[in-house]
């Protein structure tokens, strides 16, 4: 790759075009989805972090068409898998096929191998499988027999997850949770939203053709390589990096909780404020855009104490509280 040059703002051309680029996913997006720039948002800074995202919200929200949408204005390879109780690891990583023609194993790639992984109602399916995703999340590899078998980069789990029904699921563990870099709650929609999608299924909207729908490729690996690179290089203070020690280290301390945020979550949101930051045009980071991330990238690695649950408090509302109490730098 060329070097970057630089224009009078300061800013390196490749950095530019990679943040234009990615700005433009949510026009492109907003073909085929509609208001969820929140979860847009959520699913780019966890690409620029090279981390993963849990979606949680009721049937029929758009989860699904969200990933598959973001793939397309990508031109980044996705698969889908849905996960249902006797859904097996194998069935996710691969597995070794015998061939009797060559009377040898050979391995057969699971859909794990791919760009943006949709795990589809991960939390339906047992622990054993739920955890054949920890070495995929964490090491971005697969071992299979022995032999590890690296994935592609980019490499994104995408999960999903209805939070009203139980019966039937198994709730994933902290250790398996704590893989997840943001948690995104995709809400119901507007009255507003809600009449423009039924608008555009009346029009003819199919949501299996997003190419029909005039979705399009913005932007590719190349601009996400560029992005990442501008990424770490945001620049962030001492006191920064003491008000994100300060946040975390307060959820600890809270009565509320039996589980408070580990250094992980606290790596976590430090990571996710530089992208954020980067991603509205500033090459550092300040304090709201800590609080900006906060609440997706800490809620699901806290516990909260059961009498707490049964006073109506949430896991939000004990992480606004502590934004409301910690200090915040100058």
Request: charged letters at 20%; proline letters at 9%.
């Amino acid at each position: 790759m060329m070097d970057p040059t630089t224009d009078d703002a300061g800013n390196t051309g490749d950095a530019g075009t990679a943040r234009a680029s990615l700005e433009a996913l949510r026009t492109e997006i907003a073909k085929a989805v509609v208001g969820q720039d929140p979860a847009v948002t959520g699913l780019v800074v966890a690409l620029l972090c090279r981390g993963h995202v849990l979606l949680e919200g009721v049937p029929g929200v758009a989860k699904t068409l969200l990933v598959r949408a973001l793939a397309s204005a990508l031109e980044l390879d996705t698969k889908r898998v849905q996960f249902t109780p006797d859904l097996m690891p194998s069935d996710v990583t691969g597995s070794l096929v015998y061939d009797t023609r060559t009377a040898e194993f050979s391995f057969q790639p699971g859909p794990v191998f791919t760009n943006l992984l949709l795990a589809d109602e991960i939390n339906r399916t047992p622990p054993k499988t739920q955890s054949s995703l920890l070495e995929a999340m964490e090491e971005r590899q697969v071992t299979v027999d022995g032999t590890p078998r690296p994935l592609p980069d980019p490499f994104l789990v995408a999960a999903t997850q209805n939070p009203v029904e139980y019966e039937g699921t198994y709730p994933l563990p902290e250790a398996q949770l704590d893989r997840f870099l943001l948690k995104l709650t995709i809400p119901l929609p507007s009255r507003q939203d809600e009449i423009d999608v039924l608008t555009r299924h009346a029009s003819g909207f199919n949501p299996r053709d997003l190419r029909a729908a005039g979705v399009r490729p913005v932007a590719g690996p190349a601009d996400l390589e560029a992005a990442r690179a501008a990424v770490a290089k945001t620049t962030v203070s001492p006191e920064i990096t003491a008000y994100v020690v300060d946040i975390c280290r307060a959820t600890r301390e809270s009565p509320s909780l039996t589980l408070g945020v580990s250094p992980r979550g606290a790596t976590a949101l430090l990571a996710t404020s530089r992208a954020w930051a980067w991603l509205t045009g500033r090459d550092y980071v300040q304090p709201d855009d800590v609080k900006a991330l906060a609440l997706p990238t800490l809620r699901h690695r806290i516990q909260l104490r059961p009498e707490a649950e049964m006073e109506g408090v949430t896991a939000d509302s004990v992480i606004n509280a502590i934004l409301a109490h910690v200090p915040v730098p100058r």
